[in-house]
Every structure is written in structure tokens, then in C-alpha cells.
């Protein structure tokens, strides 16, 4: 018996990390703009997409198929800033247009950082 409850107090706390861990989102709670990373073979950059873009959603996957489709995409980059009030913050930092070739991937970008949506 006295097993059976060392086993459970350990297995409790554990099993409540994985299902916290599988159902928290690639993005922080209320962040209106997601950010993503676009890989290319010279480096990699934070970008978040354009209001006229943002009907692509937050899927990784069809912003790569956007950008394939289109040959290019307008996306705003990012950078990290300290804010006013002295925190950090990802907010944008030029418009610019990412061409399709030459870009090996894109991925989700989850940033602690409070993210400034561009305008």
C-alpha cells in the first residue's frame, strides 16, 4: 500500500505537467499578432504578417503555400525593443517583402515578450 501511494503522489504532479504542457497554445493567451520565423540558407528572420495577410490565419503551413502560390509575401519583421515602462518587447520593425525562392521554411515564433501588433 505505502508504494502504491509514493507511485501516486509522483505520477499526480507529473501527469498534470504533460497535460498542461499538450493543451497550452504556440502562443501566449490574448496575443492578437502571431509571429513567425522564415528559415532561408543565408539566416532567419521574425516576421509578422500584414492586416491584408492576417486572413491566412496562424498556421505555419499555409503561409508557406501562400508564399509559394504568390511567389511573394509582405510581412512586417520584427525585432526585440525595450518598451517605455523598460520591459522588452517584439514589435515591428520595417515592412518588407519575402520572395518565395530561397526560403527553405517557415515556422511558429512564441516569444515571452509582450508583441506589439503593427499598424
Known sequence: MLHFIKSRAFAVPMMAGVLMTAVSPAFPAGQATKLFTIV??????VVGLTKEDAALGSDAAAIGKALRERGSLTVWRYAVRKAKD?????APLSKISV??????????YATPLRVVPAE
Do not use: F, H, M
Not at 40 to 45: L, Y
Not at 86 to 90: D, P
Not at 100 to 106: F, K, M, S
Open 40 to 45: 532561408s540558407e543565408k539566416d532567419e528572420i
Open 99 to 108: 520572395q518565395a525562392q530561397g526560403n527553405l521554411r517557415v515556422e511558429p
Open 86 to 90: 523598460g520591459e522588452l518587447e517584439q
